[in-house]
T-cell receptor, first 113, second 112 residues
Framework: KAGVTQTPRYLIKTRGQQVTLSCSPI?????VSWYQQTPGQGLQFLFE???????NKGNFPGRFSGRQFSNSRSEMNVSTLELGDSALYLC????????????FGDGTRLSIL | QQQVKQSPQSLIVQKGGISIINCAYE??????FPWYQQFPGKGPALLIA?????SEKKEGRFTISFNKSAKQFSLHIMDSQPGDSATYFC???????????FGQGTILTVHP
């Protein structure tokens, strides 16, 4: 069974640009959560989607948004990029809404120049 | 009230030794406590998890001890191996919502 797939693995952007990251959950999993990982703040929850609806949102500005498609795939968008947005963005999937365990992908490394 | 505090930040043990990492939480609504292992360039991988109805769970060389009254839980790695060298994260969450709150991580180095 394939794991969580995140694309692209690496991205380099400049300040002010926007970026879209993609996540394909484990087959059969319907819940997708996004996390930001930085050396200073650690792993922080961004949002959770189930059945194309956002169920939970972390404490991030509105520049961070996401969506989920009918096939459970999810995308995350960050607009007006700032230097501080440089991070590893991780996607995790679980079988249903709010259930555990969550299984993580290998992330997208976003670097802002 | 959402914090999870993890210690130590780094840990060095000899091959064959016992590695112990501790976590403390504040939110009594948490009812799911996983440990994740992360290697460089990889995402966190679920190692072992416990729910508060048991005080200990063992899977191979990995054991979680859970103290509900103290709101603390710990990971014990028996017979530590160089291949266990990685960053370990504790986390806490609820079975009714998907958000996990993570500790700051422990960098474990096992010397051969």
């Amino acid at each position: 069974k394939a794991g969580v797939t995140q694309t692209p693995r690496y991205l380099i952007k400049t300040r002010g640009q926007q970026v879209t990251l993609s996540c394909s959950p484990i087959s059969g999993h319907r819940s997708v959560s996004w996390y930001q990982q930085t050396p200073g703040q650690g792993l922080q929850f961004l949002f959770e989607y189930f059945s194309e609806t956002q169920r939970n949102k972390g404490n991030f500005p509105g520049r961070f948004s996401g969506r989920q498609f009918s096939n459970s795939r999810s995308e995350m968008n960050v607009s007006t990029l700032e230097l501080g947005d440089s991070a590893l963005y991780l996607c995790a999937s679980s079988s249903s809404a709010g259930t555990q365990p969550q299984h993580f992908g290998d992330g997208t490394r976003l670097s802002i120049l | 009230q959402q914090q999870v505090k993890q210690s130590p930040q780094s840990l060095i043990v000899q091959k064959g030794g016992i590695s112990i990492i501790n976590c403390a939480y504040e939110n009594t609504a948490f009812d799911y406590f996983p440990w994740y292992q992360q290697f460089p360039g990889k995402g966190p991988a679920l190692l072992i998890a416990i729910r508060p109805d048991v005080s200990e769970k063992k899977e191979g060389r990995f054991t979680i001890s859970f103290n509900k009254s103290a709101k603390q839980f710990s990971l014990h790695i028996m017979d530590s191996q160089p291949g266990d060298s990685a960053t370990y994260f504790c986390a806490a969450g609820g079975t009714s919502y998907g958000k996990l709150t993570f500790g700051q991580g422990t960098i474990l180095t096992v010397h051969p």
